[in-house]
């Protein structure tokens, strides 16, 4: 039942989410617990009574990992420059400050804002206002006359601006989108505000601009990445695994009715 319970939740948390920006559904694994054996097989050919299988009591189940699923979810345009989604497996780097302390953080999270500095120019950062880094591993910050109205983002995640003043060619602004990949994708931990944080079990970060993955992503501006969340997929989901639970609850109170029924024999 406990097990059931976690596995509800899961679903839980996975539909609340169905609207959250690059979010990445969850699923609940399960392995079975320890196995008594009451008699083992027995092949003895000189034996005529000899047992052809086990015969064993399982002693129930216990959730092993959740592991996320990393598709890409469907994509929503917006029209909005600001918004950015990730076409392929890579993610967005993040820098946040806990308590002094610099640390790098992932997110598939396009839904970028922007800061005002005090010298007028403009900071790219998440909704939390944690800025954003580009290749050369530091912050994206727009020339104080640039406006993020007039910035476009190529494929491969280079800032460009529409120069008004020159017959409204593109001007490069040589900043683009530090983009990188893992290893093991679902070794990564969920530390919430669509973060990642990297761990000994997704490896370490591979850059995708010095060519250390197979292949690269691909940015869509004006476009926001959704949910990968499927709503039909998880209210089954959620039906099984409240199925399983009534059920279980059940086995409890058939089991104490027939230890009833035993104990009543005494009398």
Do not use: C, W
């Not at 990445?24 to 196995?35: A, S």
């Not at 490069?172 to 973060?195: A, K, T």
């Not at 850059?207 to 959704?226: D, I, K, P």
């Amino acid at each position: 039942m406990t097990a059931q319970q976690l596995n509800v939740d899961t679903v839980a948390n996975n539909l609340a989410n169905v609207n959250t920006t690059g979010f990445k559904k969850e699923r609940l694994e399960f392995k079975t617990l320890l196995y008594q054996t009451m008699q083992r097989a027995d092949l003895d050919e000189a034996n005529p009574r000899s047992r052809p299988v086990n015969l064993q009591v399982g002693h129930g189940v216990t959730p092993v990992v959740s592991t996320k699923t990393f598709t890409t979810g469907s994509f929503q345009r917006t029209d909005d420059p600001q918004d950015v989604a990730i076409e392929g497996d890579g993610f967005f780097v993040v820098q946040i400050d806990e308590n002094g302390v610099q640390r790098e953080m992932y997110t598939r999270d396009g839904a970028f804002k922007t800061s005002i500095m005090e010298d007028g120019s403009t900071l790219l950062t998440t909704s939390d206002g944690y800025p954003i880094l580009n290749t050369d591993g530091e912050y994206i910050i727009l020339p104080p006359e640039v406006l993020m109205k007039d910035v476009a983002v190529d494929e491969d995640g280079r800032f460009s601006y529409v120069d008004h003043a020159n017959n409204n060619t593109f001007v490069d602004l040589e900043m683009q989108f530090q983009m990188v990949q893992f290893r093991n994708p679902q070794g990564l931990e969920s530390v919430g505000r669509n973060l990642y944080g990297i761990t000994a079990a997704s490896g370490e970060k591979l850059l995708e601009a010095e060519g250390e993955t197979n292949s690269s992503s691909r940015l869509r501006q004006n476009f926001l990445e959704m949910s990968n969340v499927s709503v039909a997929d998880e209210m089954v989901s959620l039906i099984v695994a409240q199925r399983a639970y009534e059920l279980n609850s059940k086995v409890i109170t058939t089991s104490d009715e027939m230890l009833q029924s035993a104990n009543a024999l005494k009398r």
